[in-house]
């Protein structure tokens, strides 16, 4: 599924410097309203003890390379019940859910150099009454460098009942 991955490197082309770059790349991406504020962060698997930082994604989720739990993405995280709101596209098309057992998932990203184990970054963008407005979710290759923006600014809006 083509859901607008475009990936890049740092300055002039050179690999980028760290997980930080995904921070930012992601920050960027963040739209805020005035008054607003950005929270930027790099996932982390608390079963693992909030140690590993590697994830292969598949279907608008991530999952931990050490435990193998998934990091929910689209649709508000692992359980969807637990979150009161889901996530609408403002930019780029969401990552779409996988197909089901049995079946390959829709969308498996890759970096340019064939990896697809990611270190991922993830900005909350939260209004000045401190709503969660919008996420942006970047992924960064630890191989290569290579970076993409995977959920672009997508817009959090309530869940129907």
Same mark, same amino acid.
């Given at each position: ?8 490197? #740092?300055? !002039?082309?050179?690999? /980028? ?9 992601? @920050?960027?991406?963040? @739209?805020?309203?005035?008054?607003? @504020?950005?929270? !930027?962060?790099?996932?982390? /698997?608390?079963? /693992? ?7 292969? %994604? ?5 999952? /931990? ?10 649709? #508000? ?78 817009? %959090? ?5």
């Amino acid at each position: 599924m083509d859901h607008g991955t475009a990936w890049m490197y #740092g300055t !002039a082309g050179e690999p /980028c410097a760290g997980p930080g770059d995904a921070l930012l790349l992601v @920050r960027r991406a963040a @739209r805020t309203e005035p008054g607003g @504020r950005v929270e !930027a962060l790099l996932a982390r /698997c608390v079963p /693992c003890g909030g140690e590993e930082r590697e994830f292969e %994604v598949a279907a608008g989720e991530c999952f /931990c390379v050490g435990c193998c739990i998934p990091l929910g993405i689209a649709d #508000g995280g692992v359980h969807p019940s637990a979150y009161p709101w889901r996530l609408e596209p403002t930019a780029a098309p969401l990552p779409t859910a996988s197909p089901g057992p049995g079946h390959a998932p829709a969308d498996l990203p890759q970096c340019p150099a064939g990896h697809d184990v990611f270190q991922v970054a993830v900005a909350l963008a939260f209004t000045a009454e401190g709503t969660l407005r919008s996420i942006s979710v970047g992924l960064r290759c630890p191989e290569d460098g290579a970076l993409c923006l995977y959920v672009d600014n997508a817009r %959090v809006v309530p869940r129907a009942a």
